[in-house]
């Protein structure tokens, strides 16, 4: 089956201003590659600003006029360029974001929801859309604010789903909701893909990423460190040693954290970002760019994966 | 509902007293002024030929020989009472005066309160969808500019330009000179009224244009703006649907607030102008020493502003769909 | 990089206007005396070569006249800024720091001052001062300190709660180095922007009450006298005697406006990609 999404090395950097009158371009996203197949959910995991949501943005042609863009894209084969993503936006390819601040506060949720169409169709849709999530037809006529969180995400992802969507972008779905509310609305991402949609799932949380993808990119300083299964992590097959120290990190697994904080890109200068808290660094570790390869059925940007030297 | 009429009821107290330290502040500065009222007003010569008994009428008509306090208190009861006082200068009752003043004023106020408002909204948003690109730094410009020009100045190259140069409009009062009351049209007072509304209306945008825009660059990088490019909205639709619906309130509000600075030029204009109303009065009465119009006048047009001030809260609590379902702020 | 750099150009601009200024008001004092000089030989001239703004009906040349003005509401700008800033800055700091009765009163004296109609405030106040330069420098000063006292209040009830400050005083740094090295560098950007801001108001308020009779004295070259006995000839045609004074002076202003403006947007850096 054709992929839905191809990346290809995407780079994202902005142009900011050091200290005086210094320019620099600070790059954010380095040479990330990920490919997001239909009936699949694709975790991308990191922490708070490893760049994870401007991949989100750039999906979207959402980035800030600061910024520049360098790779490929391709969305069901062809370039996604910034006119084609403008026509797709918000049909084929949908968002859905963290919370109720993503609601305009002062619009009801049914006109919101219509895009401004007041024809009896976009109702039915937004009615049909509602239901699906169990929303009653009265909660068309609420204020965002009226919402509760899990009203709120419901409604997120009924405006995403109103016209059948390929590609869905979910931002961080979750933070506030109970588990049992948070396990509900993962499921509705597992059920999107069933229907054939490729859901690329951002969060920080490795546990959720864990319960609801098939695949889950790691990404550390602005690169992809990591690309496995999700099955890869109970059953050790992990490949990159700060993938490693998270599962390690949990409770399912060593419940051991490593020292140390995780750099900003425009920090790394060469070689390696995770060399300084590397378990087992090894002889050009410093040197050069790392490339993202196969490796063990899985992609890794590491000279020595699973502490063995590659060949 | 309860809890809205206490918010009202609390906040029109509050106006209550401080209408009342107006009042005193004003009264306490015109009494330390040293300006004599007899001397401004009847003439050092004059009263150099006068005898003693009417100059101490004189000076009874003018209040110079009673202590301040007694005179405050004496005024105070009065205008409890609804009496501000006489007029020295124009020989009627303070109220009469300002009445009339107030008649001929009002038209041009409102008329550049709704002008400026309007104007000044459009241009704002304008500006912020615009951000960065040349409408944005046009618009900028242009209220920097009128920012920072007196409203008199303005009202003279105005009235430089069309009655003097173009000979279109008449150049001062509210009618035509020598002409009775009644056979005043109201082409007329449109036609007197129209250069003074024209400059008030010109300096009122400035502020909240600027405020607009700087209001709707913070909602054009909000979350759910995001959202709404996200789902493939129009950007010029997700300014009139979104922008629009969440800078108005803010922008009415300004506008309420901003009463005091368009009486403010309304004096300054209505000067320029020779424009009979409220402001005029308060220039003759200042330099006529007139304490009771000028006391008059300056607790009326506080009473507008805090009036003005009133209304932006309370509109926050009709229109505001977070406080009228009474979930928001209180 | 061919892009300009815009920290660099907003110094220069800095520079050059804060130059510009200067020069008007040295210059100002200097043509004081050419602007009382009367002439009734060349009396009423249009702008020619020898008088770029004409003469008036006193043979007064205008260009002396404008420059001597503009240096007089730049100074007496200055004084009035300057005083207003410190007002707002003393009031400000007692409201946050004492709370209370005292925040309450300042607050009220807040509301009071904003309730009126500026231009009648500055008229009450100069006339309560005998009107003249006293008058007018009290009028202006007494009247524009109210919202940069309020923004001081709150950045100092903002920084009174802010976590850093409080484990500062849990480790024990004293109360002076304290206010040394965390509030003075929050607060002396908003006061520098504040002041500098307050300049435009306060020079445009110094020319609308000399313009309506109540500020400076009208044997003083300043622009609002200049600009309410231009009005008595406007109707005969000497327009001149309107048009350049009030355009110089908006020209200072709007120097003064982005002077504030930039400093602004140099002090807070959030703001620089503007």
């Known amino acids: 089956m054709e992929p839905i999404l191809e990346i290809q090395h995407l780079s994202i950097s902005f142009h900011q201003y050091e200290k005086g009158f210094v320019q620099r371009e600070l790059p954010v996203i380095r040479d990330l590659s990920l490919t997001l197949e239909p009936g699949e959910v694709t975790g991308v995991l990191g922490v708070s600003g490893s760049g994870k949501s401007l991949l989100a943005h750039a999906l979207l042609d959402l980035l800030p006029y600061n910024s520049r863009r360098e790779g490929t894209i391709l969305f069901q084969g062809e370039p996604l360029t910034s006119q084609r993503i403008r026509k797709l936006r918000g049909k084929e390819i949908v968002l859905v974001p963290q919370g109720v601040t993503y609601l305009d506060p002062l619009m009801k949720v049914g006109p919101q929801l219509r895009k401004g169409r007041r024809d009896r169709g976009a109702r039915e849709k937004v009615r049909s859309a509602l239901a699906r999530y169990g929303l009653k037809e009265a909660a068309a006529d609420l204020y965002p604010f009226q919402l509760s969180g899990g009203m709120a995400r419901r409604v997120l992802m009924a405006s995403a789903v109103m016209d059948s969507p390929r590609l869905v972008i979910a931002d961080e779905p979750t933070p506030g909701l109970d588990a049992k509310a948070a396990s509900r609305l993962l499921g509705h991402f597992r059920e999107l893909a069933a229907e054939g949609a490729a859901v690329l799932f951002i969060t920080h949380d490795l546990e959720l990423a864990l319960a609801v993808a098939h695949r889950v990119a790691v990404f550390y300083a602005g690169e992809t460190v990591e690309i496995a299964r999700a099955s890869d992590f109970p059953e050790g097959r992990l490949r990159h040693p700060f993938t490693q120290a998270l599962w390690d990190a949990l409770p399912q697994g060593a419940f051991r954290a490593i020292p140390g904080a995780q750099p900003y890109s425009g920090e790394v200068k060469e070689g390696c970002p995770f060399l300084a808290r590397c378990p087992h660094p090894g002889n050009g570790c410093g040197q050069g760019e790392l490339s993202l390869v196969p490796w063990n059925e899985g992609m890794v940007r590491c000279l020595y994966p699973h502490g063995e030297v590659m060949a | ?330 | 990089m061919k892009r300009v750099n815009r920290r660099f150009s907003t110094l220069l601009f800095l520079g050059i206007a804060a130059a510009l200024l200067g020069a008007v008001t040295l210059a100002g004092i200097c043509l004081k005396d050419a602007a009382l000089v009367t002439d009734f030989s060349r009396k009423d001239l249009p702008p020619c070569q020898g008088f770029l703004f004409g003469t008036d009906w006193m043979g007064r040349d205008m260009f002396a006249r404008t420059l001597a003005g503009l240096s007089l509401s730049i100074r007496v700008g200055l004084l009035t800024a300057g005083i207003s800033a410190c007002v707002a800055l003393v009031l400000g700091v007692l409201s946050a720091a004492f709370g209370g009765w005292v925040d309450a009163l300042i607050s009220w004296w807040i509301d009071l001052v904003m309730g009126t109609p500026h231009i009648l405030l500055v008229i009450l106040l100069s006339i309560a001062c005998g009107k003249g330069f006293t008058g007018v420098v009290v009028g202006v000063a007494l009247s524009h300190w109210t919202s940069l006292a309020r923004v001081i209040r709150g950045e100092v009830l903002q920084l009174k709660t802010a976590p850093y400050l409080l484990a500062a005083e849990k480790l024990g740094v004293s109360r002076w180095n304290r206010v040394k090295l965390h509030l003075l560098p929050h607060l002396l950007p908003q006061f520098l922007t504040g002041l500098i801001l307050l300049f435009p108001h306060a020079i445009l308020h110094e020319a609308s009450v000399t313009f309506l009779g109540f500020g400076l004295s009208s044997e003083q070259p300043a622009v609002g006298v200049i600009l309410s006995e231009s009005m008595r000839y406007l109707t005969t045609g000497k327009w001149w005697l309107a048009l350049f004074p009030g355009a110089a002076l908006v020209l200072v202003v709007v120097l003064f406006a982005l002077l504030g403006e930039r400093v602004r947007l140099l002090l807070d850096p959030g703001s620089v990609h503007e």
């Not at chain 2, 008509?61 to 004496?74: F, K, N, S, T």
């Not at chain 2, 020989?91 to 038209?107: A, D, E, K």
């Not at chain 2, 020779?274 to 220039?283: D, E």
């Not at chain 2, 006048?297 to 809260?313: E, P, Y």
């Open chain 2, 1 to 330: 509902m309860k809890q809205a009429l206490f918010f009202a009821g609390k906040k029109a107290f509050r106006a209550l007293l401080l209408l009342l330290g107006v009042s005193v502040a004003s009264f306490l500065l015109l009494c330390a002024s040293p300006l004599d009222p007899l001397r401004t007003n009847v003439g050092q010569a004059a009263l150099g030929s006068m005898s003693q008994e009417q100059v101490a009428q004189l000076e009874a008509y003018w209040g110079a020989d009673q202590p301040p306090v007694e005179r405050y208190l004496g005024w105070l009861a009065g205008a409890v009472r609804g009496d501000l006082g006489t007029s020295l200068l124009y020989r009627q009752p303070v109220l009469t005066v300002i009445g009339q003043r107030l008649g001929s004023s009002l038209w041009l106020l409102l008329t550049a309160w709704v002008l400026s408002g309007v104007l000044g909204l459009a241009l704002g948003i304008t500006a912020g969808a615009f951000r960065g690109r040349w409408p944005d730094k046009l618009i900028r410009g242009w209220c920097l500019v009128i920012s920072s020009t007196p409203a008199f100045w303005l009202a003279l190259l105005f009235l430089l330009l069309f009655s003097v140069w173009l000979g279109w409009l008449p150049i001062g009062l509210s009618v035509p000179i020598g002409v009775e009351e009644e056979a005043v049209t109201l082409a007329d007072r449109l036609q007197h009224a129209l250069l003074p509304a024209l400059t008030l209306s010109v300096t009122g945008v400035s502020n909240i244009a600027l405020h607009t825009r700087e209001k709707l660059v913070d909602v054009l990088g909000s979350d759910y703006i995001l959202l709404a490019r996200a789902r493939g909205e129009r950007e010029g639709a997700i300014v009139l649907r979104h922008g629009l619906r969440n800078v108005a309130l803010p922008a009415l509000t300004l506008q309420f607030g901003s009463v005091g600075e368009i009486i403010g030029g309304s004096v300054l204009v209505e000067q320029v102008f020779s424009y009979p109303g409220l402001g005029q009065a308060a220039v003759t009465a200042g330099l006529g020493s007139d304490l009771p119009l000028l006391l008059g006048v300056t607790l009326v047009t506080s009473g507008l502003v805090f009036g003005g001030n009133l209304l932006a809260d309370l509109l926050y609590g009709v229109i505001d769909p977070r406080m009228k379902r009474g979930e928001g702020r209180p």
